[in-house]
């Protein structure tokens, strides 16, 4: 077995272990590694940079959205906690406490922040006075703790990085607007931009927020057929209003309680881009969000290595040039063979071969990681080529992803069949659901699903609960998740 092969059989296959292989593949790729601190991870350079990417689009688009950034503090007084009860019974079993400061006792303890409504809900209620102090729309990016029983990297970690915004309005209208627009954001970033297809709805009154009024969430399938809650968008009424004394004077010289959104995303999505696309050779990034874009390879004997090289070094100026991020691979103490195995396991988009006789040509190779096309093209169109072919990557990759979530897709009547439907395949179901808690329990118990949200757009009409067979409030999206 030549040593290409042995490389690329250290990655247990999806259909062996799925969470074996995402372990294996986010280690070998180099994204991140474990620390001491149990349930948290070190982002090396590769898993940050994408974070980063994600980062810089999602920020351009709340600014031009009118959003801006800010921050507040870490450590949250217990006693905000106690003034939302909804709030803090939904995140008390996550929330570690700090007790001692400076080698004394604290007064009064401190958690360290599992999200900020508390604490910007405190803020606001000093900076909102009149309506014309409204709206507030602000964001932050910070790192959040949750005491996690069960971890996994990127997808579930006792410390993780999200943004979280915040904003305060004159009425129930402009902040359900706000609401749905960031929904509508999200899902156009997480489609768009990481070629993630998701399934936008609302979330039943068990799922929502702790503390919301309402619940939305765009849901995406990985590859093991589980669900992940890929973003949210909260609308809070004046639940925290009252709670923290977000007061305002309105038109009318009123006093009146401001209505306020929250909405998210986090390191999970990093999670998800890799259960979603990757495969038995590893990373599949897409390439709006992928650290190296192109990697450029150059291939020949050492009479020709100086001439080849000064030629890729002409051909990387003119891509950097465009803004496309790419990197030469000159070592010569590595087969080509085996930098081709590497770049595919780390999932770069696009693969440049170029060597002696291509130079003579004026042409050099192209090799998408989804397809495996290899097109021959002129030196003298690469940037477009390049450009063109990782708008395809993108396409295909989103096709794919969105070709496999209705291949595992279904929807059943009766619980019966949902218990069938769960231990035999893997996927989404859809189901009638009559709005009782005590049926989407059950649901829970007898099959291990969740209620992922109630979708907006759907051609299939449930009219009968699976579970109590009475008439059906809503058709709901059921899966296992993580």
Same mark, same amino acid.
């Given at each position: $077995?030549?040593?290409?092969?042995?490389?690329?059989?250290?990655?247990?296959? =999806?259909?062996?272990?799925?969470?074996? !292989?995402?372990?294996?593949?986010? @280690?070998?790729?180099? /994204?991140?590694?474990?620390? #001491?601190?149990?349930?948290?991870?070190?982002?090396?350079?590769?898993?940050?940079?994408? !974070?980063?990417?994600? @980062? +810089?689009?999602?920020?351009?688009?709340?600014?031009?959205?009118?959003?801006?950034?800010?921050?507040?503090?870490?450590?949250?007084?217990?006693?905000?906690?106690?003034?939302?009860? %909804?709030?803090?019974?939904?995140?008390?079993?996550?929330?570690? !406490?700090?007790?001692?400061?400076?080698? %004394?006792?604290?007064?009064?303890?401190?958690?360290?922040? #599992?999200?900020?409504?508390?604490?910007?809900?405190?803020?606001?209620? @000093?900076?909102?006075?009149?309506?014309? +102090?409204?709206?507030? /729309?602000?964001?932050q990016w910070a790192n959040v703790v949750r005491w996690e029983k069960r971890t996994m990297p990127f997808l579930r970690t006792s410390e993780f990085l999200w943004q979280e915004g915040h904003t305060a309005h004159e009425n129930e209208a402009e902040a359900r607007e706000e609401t749905m627009q960031m929904l509508d954001i999200y899902a156009d970033f997480v489609e768009n931009y990481l070629a993630i297809p998701v399934i936008k709805g609302q979330k039943t009154p068990s799922e929502k927020f702790a503390g919301a009024m309402d619940t939305y969430s765009i849901e995406a399938m990985m590859k093991d057929g589980r669900a992940v809650q890929a973003g949210t968008s909260h609308y809070m009424g004046t639940n925290f209003s009252k709670a923290f004394e977000i007061q305002y004077l309105n038109r009318d010289n009123t006093l009146e309680f401001a209505h306020t959104t929250s909405w998210g995303v986090s390191t999970r999505l990093i999670g998800s881009l890799i259960m979603v696309?990757?495969?038995?050779?590893?990373?599949?990034?897409?390439?709006?969000?992928?650290?190296?874009?192109?990697?450029?390879?150059?291939?020949?004997?050492?009479?020709? !290595?100086?001439?080849?090289?000064?030629?890729? +070094?002409?051909l990387f100026s003119q891509l950097k040039a465009a803004g496309v991020r790419v990197r030469v691979d000159d070592n010569k103490d590595a087969r080509p063979g085996w930098k081709f195995n590497e770049y595919e396991m780390r999932g770069v988009p696009v693969r440049l071969e170029i060597g #002696?006789?291509? $130079?003579?040509?004026?042409?050099?190779?192209?090799?998408?990681?989804?397809?495996?096309?290899?097109?021959?093209?002129? =030196?003298?169109?690469?940037?477009?080529?390049?450009?063109? $072919?990782?708008?395809?990557?993108? /396409?295909?990759?989103?096709?794919?992803?969105?070709?496999?979530r209705e291949d595992h897709f279904y929807d059943v009547d009766t619980l019966d069949a949902m218990k069938e439907s769960m231990d035999d395949k893997r996927g989404f179901t859809l189901a009638g659901w009559c709005g009782s808690d005590a049926c989407e329990e059950t649901v829970k118990q007898e099959t291990?699903?969740?209620?992922?949200?109630?979708?907006? +757009?759907?051609t299939t009409e449930k009219t009968v609960c699976l579970v109590c067979g009475e008439q059906a409030k809503h058709t709901v999206l059921f899966a296992k998740a993580y």
């Open positions: $077995m030549s040593k290409d092969k042995q490389f690329v059989t250290e990655i247990t296959p =999806q259909e062996e272990d799925f969470s074996r !292989w995402y372990i294996d593949v986010i @280690k070998k790729a180099d /994204l991140m590694d474990y620390s #001491p601190v149990r349930g948290c991870i070190v982002f090396k350079p590769d898993g940050y940079e994408i !974070w980063e990417h994600i @980062k +810089d689009e999602l920020d351009r688009r709340f600014k031009e959205t009118g959003h801006r950034n800010a921050y507040f503090p870490i450590f949250i007084p217990e006693s905000f906690f106690q003034k939302e009860k %909804e709030h803090v019974e939904g995140f008390n079993p996550e929330l570690p !406490w700090v007790t001692e400061a400076g080698g %004394e006792k604290l007064e009064e303890r401190l958690a360290i922040r #599992p999200t900020s409504e508390t604490m910007i809900g405190h803020m606001y209620s @000093k900076w909102i006075q009149s309506y014309r +102090d409204l709206p507030v /729309l602000i964001n696309h990757g495969d038995d050779r590893g990373l599949a990034l897409p390439p709006k969000v992928a650290p190296t874009q192109v990697i450029m390879v150059p291939i020949g004997p050492p009479k020709t !290595w100086d001439a080849v090289l000064e030629r890729t +070094d002409e #002696p006789r291509d $130079m003579e040509n004026g042409v050099c190779v192209l090799v998408s990681r989804i397809s495996g096309e290899k097109k021959v093209i002129q =030196q003298s169109e690469l940037v477009q080529e390049v450009q063109a $072919m990782l708008e395809q990557v993108h /396409l295909e990759m989103f096709n794919r992803a969105k070709q496999f291990g699903a969740t209620s992922r949200n109630i979708p907006f +757009d759907t």
